[in-house]
T-cell receptor, first 116, second 118 residues
Framework: GAVVSQHPSRVICKSGTSVKIECRSL??????MFWYRQFPKKSLMLMAT?????????EQGVEKDKFLINHASLTLSTLTVTSAHPEDSSFYIC????????????FGPGTRLTVT | AQKVTQAQTEISVVEKEDVTLDCVYE???????LFWYKQPPSGELVFLIR??????QNEISGRYSWNFQKSTSSFNFTITASQVVDSAVYFC???????????????FGSGTQLTVLP
């Protein structure tokens, strides 16, 4: 149980285009989902916290207009990187917290974004 | 504010050696959880353990053991008889428990790259 998927696992896009990454909780309902970014050989940095049906809360320094987060249902959150630039190339990881089990976070396998 | 420090950036050992990964944390909260995750080259985070701040018992799971010392705010991780497959980045993380019963977001340490040589 408690499986989180991400799609796509890898994506290459050109500068200026937008990329959408999906995060799904497959066997549980997730009231809260988290989006992390990880640079090579670095730690995971929390970008934003999204709650189903409400606006995401962004961490300091993260551009909300650049990284659009939508948590439209209890099993799906999306991160859209708008007008991508090479510096947006990174490993993006989502995690989901189950309803009623607020102490557990389940991580997705990550999405490697490369912007050329 | 929460902070997790993993002072060892990289460790290299020869197979069958024991290795300890250090983790020191800071939090003003009295109730919190500590975690260890493994991140192999594939990138997916693998959950290893969660420890409640009230439970200072050391834990052993196969070749893995954890030493939680609240007095020194440390939560160290030891791998006994290391194997090549243990090569990965290991992250320590902290999440405080707030009064409503829910947990704050995870704060990760910077990670330790463990390389086990054959």
């Amino acid at each position: 149980g408690a499986v989180v998927s991400q799609h796509p696992s890898r994506v290459i896009c050109k500068s200026g285009t937008s990329v959408k990454i999906e995060c799904r909780s497959l066997d549980f309902q997730a009231t809260t989902m988290f989006w992390y970014r990880q640079f090579p050989k670095k730690s995971l940095m929390l970008m934003a916290t999204s709650n189903e049906g409400s606006k995401a809360t962004y961490e300091q320094g993260v551009e909300k207009d650049k990284f659009l987060i939508n948590h439209a249902s209890l099993t799906l959150s999306t991160l859209t990187v708008t007008s991508a630039h090479p510096e947006d190339s990174s490993f993006y990881i989502c995690s989901a917290r189950a309803s009623g089990r607020t102490r557990e976070q389940y991580f997705g396998p990550g999405t490697r974004l490369t912007v050329t | 504010a929460q902070k997790v420090t993993q002072a060892q950036t990289e460790i290299s050992v020869v197979e069958k050696e024991d290795v300890t990964l250090d983790c020191v944390y800071e939090t003003r909260d009295t109730t919190y959880y500590l975690f260890w995750y493994k991140q192999p080259p594939s990138g997916e985070l693998v959950f290893l353990i969660r420890r409640n701040s009230f439970d200072e018992q050391n834990e052993i799971s196969g070749r893995y053991s954890w030493n939680f010392q609240k007095s020194t705010s440390s939560f160290n991780f030891t791998i006994t008889a290391s194997q090549v497959v243990d090569s990965a980045v290991y992250f320590c993380a902290l999440s405080a428990l707030i009064s409503s019963g829910s947990a704050r977001q995870l704060t990760f340490g910077s990670g330790t790259q463990l390389t086990v040589l054959p």
